[in-house]
């Protein structure tokens, strides 16, 4: 089982999978740059080596790239849209340079409209995206806690955006514990957690599913409010990551937490929990 964290990139690629290194991360995320400015220093080829070395011999895997957080690829306005198209490209670009196996993006929002508008407004993105750089790393759609109209808060609104993407077979999923139970899927059972794994593998489909992010809730389930919290400390608690983690259906899945890292003993902490509650 493959588990591990977001880790900072400050001070280098390299330098971010020391620190998963010491965390213990058999798997990480990073951003492939600021992610919440547009500005893109270039990539460090002498770090870039180092960091695929390092991670080689640590055997940390998969690597997933996080999105700019500024990428909005729903948006009603014009200009954002097509900005957003283009920056999406730059980080699988720079997804692919860092020999990063998934980019998981979030769907993204346009306030005032539906659903379904946004839905074939982010298909219609992927494929310009698609068209204007056929990824060799794999795209993957993240579930959204449907937070200040954020699309993807149902799983099928991910299936219908991968319906009207031209080509699948770049495509895949990253499932959000936190995400998801803020939208509505409870995991505190190991009966809910039978009945998340169904409802996967009926929309988006088991194959798709690459990576979780593994977060707890600190808002109520169905709250749609979107702050995670440290594994077992919040709304989900222990029970539930227990359930969770042993599901055969999720146990083989490479596991990212992006829980709060307030102290330096916060990831330390978690990735104890995350262990312990494995049988
Ligand atoms: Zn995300
Ligand atoms: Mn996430
Ligand atoms: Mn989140």
Redesign the pocket.
């Known amino acids: 089982m493959r588990l591990g964290f977001h880790v900072s990139i400050s001070g280098g690629f390299s330098l971010a999978v020391r620190r998963a290194y010491e965390i213990g991360c058999r798997t990480m995320q990073i951003f492939s740059r600021n992610p919440r400015g547009w500005t893109v220093k270039p990539l460090d080829p002498a770090d870039i080596a180092e960091f695929k070395r390092l991670r080689e011999e640590w055997d940390i895997g998969p690597v997933f790239v996080h999105t700019n957080y500024l990428i909005n690829l729903a948006s009603a306005k014009p200009d954002l849209y097509q900005r957003s198209i283009e920056q999406f490209v730059i980080d699988l670009e720079r997804t692919e340079h860092l020999g990063a196996e998934y980019l998981v993006t979030h769907l993204g929002s346009a306030s005032g409209k539906e659903p379904g508008w946004m839905i074939e407004r982010v298909a219609k993105a992927l494929n310009a995206a698609q068209k204007l750089h056929p990824p060799k790393a794999m795209i993957l759609l993240?579930n959204t806690a449907g937070e200040a109209g954020d699309v993807g808060y149902e799983l099928g609104q991910v299936r219908q955006v991968i319906d009207g993407i031209d080509n699948t077979s770049r495509i895949g999923v990253c499932y959000?514990t936190c995400?998801g139970f803020a939208a509505g899927y409870d995991i505190r059972t190991k009966k809910d957690v039978d009945g998340l794994a169904k409802e996967i593998d009926a929309t988006v489909g088991k194959s798709r599913l690459k990576g979780i992010?593994l977060n707890d809730c600190l808002k109520d389930f169905g709250s749609r409010v979107d702050r995670h919290w440290h594994l077992g400390e919040g709304k989900i608690g222990d029970d539930g990551f227990r359930a969770f983690l042993n599901h055969p259906f999720f146990r083989e899945v490479p596991m990212i937490m992006?829980t709060p890292k307030e102290t330096e003993e916060d990831d330390p902490r978690n990735m104890k929990k995350a262990k312990s509650l494995l049988k």
Request: charged letters at 60%; glycine letters at 0%; zero cysteines.
């Open positions: 993240e959000d995400h992010h992006e």
